[in-house]
């Protein structure tokens, strides 16, 4: 069975003068169990628009969705999926504590289970600190990571997240890529929405791109990237002469060089390196909010 | 695989949840302030105003006190009511909520349950001001009235012109009165909800429930009117009208309470009963057409 499953999942809008815009059009695809599926495309692609109908958010104009083999029709099949809408917005006068019980409330979930349940779901995503803070003065990371701790607090078996890294600086989107493999870890079915594309490398087992509400992609994300015709080796400590010794060797056992020279790091490493030692130095940046404790994930 | 189909049944919990939630939201806005302390301080003021001899003082009282309670009580349920789905949509609260097991049922009435418990509590702490209000002019009233009755040649015993004032303080049919604006007060807020299942404008919705609300108080007296005229026109007018628009002078106790006539409980009962049914249709109503809404 599988955790998400389309069939010509359609979605028009009329928009002004009666024109019909198409959000979806004809999708089909399916998520699997344990896997962490990424639903790319250009902004308008129509990936916010797949999430809302598998949530019956939207009513389809034609075609219909599962999850876990249940019409999404039915209100119950949202006992298994939890949500982390696109820019989240949740009650601004509510505590970040109290967003959270609010949403356990609705799951039906009281009592001690229900604040073991916010205890718990607080410290996976590190916002213990702030438990008492209205969301009016939450950062958009936070409100991403408040946003997931909601999602989880029925433990859904399938996570629903739209664009979870929007708007959020990369230290913090770094934070929230890391959680997302936390949860992998815990064996969640994980369908994702991003643009970010070199995040969702990082995360994904398999995706599928969205044009104009089509799929026009769908792999394996390492089958999709490999090139299996060249390899590359990164090494240290070679000189001149050795270099040369190894060119000479790919010569001679019928290879070509394509390319050499130093490695460029990427400007995220770059950026998260110089921040975490200037923090090393002091204790935090004056008026700074985050804790001090950094993430200390690097990139594989 | 499947064995037992997985049901969601109707929650009070889930209900109240959003309901208790609702009450929070809506106690946070600027316009409840305004209007709930501008609604004391009109109750309050009466005293200031009258200046009758002492039983017509209180009758004053009753009846400018009364009309306050329902009037401010209509406005916190229009303006209220008219902004709860508003609100829910423009900020996308309403995404993270009905993502999860919640039956849009719920959500709808839970809704309306918030915003109908805090109307209630409003209306209670009117009415306690109020209380307090008699009971402080009864007080007074009754000392100045034994002073000048016990003076030399007066026509009226102490005891006579004591007995008129408890009499119209202490009347039962004051609390039937005040029930009954609590039950207008939720006519208005089912109405004022469902108009906002399809009107997304907040002014539109606000000056609909008030053409309603007027039109309420008026269509008993035009069918009165009306009644002589054999026009087939005018009569089916009036029956259109009569149809959508609750007669929502019904509700209103305050002359017969101020002329101290005895309100018989039945007719209590039943207007509240009508109030009720008519809420109900419109809340009805809004979970029909709430169902189908695009969000
Ligand atoms: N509620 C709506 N009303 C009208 N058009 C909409 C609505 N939601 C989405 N659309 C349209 O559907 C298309 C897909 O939108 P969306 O799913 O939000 O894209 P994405 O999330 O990939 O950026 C866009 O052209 C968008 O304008
Ligand atoms: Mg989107």
Redesign the pocket.
Known sequence: MHAIATRSLTKH?R?TWRRR?V?LDHLNFAVRENEVYGLL?P????????LKLILGLYQPSEGEADIFGMSVERTVSRTSVGYLP?NPYFYRYLTGAETVRFFGRLCGMRGRRLEEKVSELLALVGLEAHRDRRLAGYSKGMLQRIGLAQALVHEPRLLLLDEPTAGVDPIGSIEIRDLILKLRGMGKTILL?SHLLDQVQDVCDRIGI?HY?KMILEGDVKGLLARKDQFQFTCEGLDDPARARVREAIRAAGGRLISEGNPATTLEHLFLQSVRSADRGKAAPSGATRPVDLPTAERP | MKTSTPRLGFSFGRLWTIGRNTMTEVIRQKFFYILLVFGLVVIASSRFFAQFSSVEQIKFIKDFSLAAMTVFGALIAMVGTAELLPLELENRTIYPILAKPVHRTEFLLGKFAGMAMLLLLTILLMSLIFEGLLLSTEHQLLASAAASASAPGAEVSAQEIADQILHQTRDPALLKAIFLIGIKALIVCAISLLISTFATSVIFNVISSVIIYICGHLEAGARQASLGDQSPIVRGLMLVVAFFVPDLSAFNLADAVVLGQHIPLRLVANTAAYGIFYAAIALALAILIFQEKEI
């Open positions: 809008f928009s815009v959000g495309g902004n308008g692609s129509g990936k916010s628009t797949t696109e929405c969205l509400g």
